[in-house]
Nanobody, 124 residues
């Protein structure tokens, strides 16, 4: 099991930027993919971005492509989500998740450890 702790959420105006961090422990960080998901009130948790264990392969939801960037520093056991040009519809609780393999994936069931979430609120 991997322990994950997110940080970096907050309140930002539309058009602004935030960077989320996810610190991992409990398993060799470079052996598994990482992902970011989000959940808005009354909605299901949805995929945002994912990165392979090596960091060479990434994938994004269409709604954030070109605005968000996922990255990782395996030496620091940390994944990041850089969010720019934020919109009010990006408001949600953001969760980082550890994949069960090193392959990048969008499938929520292929992530087996989750952080507690961090709130991102974008005001118009």
């Amino acid at each position: 099991q991997v322990q994950l702790v997110e940080s970096g959420g907050g309140l930002v105006q539309a058009g602004g930027s935030l960077r989320l961090s996810c610190a991992a422990s409990g398993r060799t960080f470079s052996s598994f993919a990482m992902g970011w998901f989000r959940q808005a009130p009354g909605k299901e948790r949805e995929f945002v971005a994912a990165i392979s264990a090596s960091g060479y392969i990434t994938t994004y939801a269409d709604s954030v492509k070109g605005r968000f960037t996922i990255s990782r520093e395996n030496a620091k056991n940390t994944a990041y989500l850089q969010m720019t040009s934020l919109k009010p519809e990006d408001t949600a609780v953001y969760y980082c998740a550890a994949g069960s393999t090193h392959f990048v994936t969008r499938e929520i069931l292929k992530f087996d450890s989750w952080g507690q979430g961090t709130q991102v609120t974008v005001s118009s």
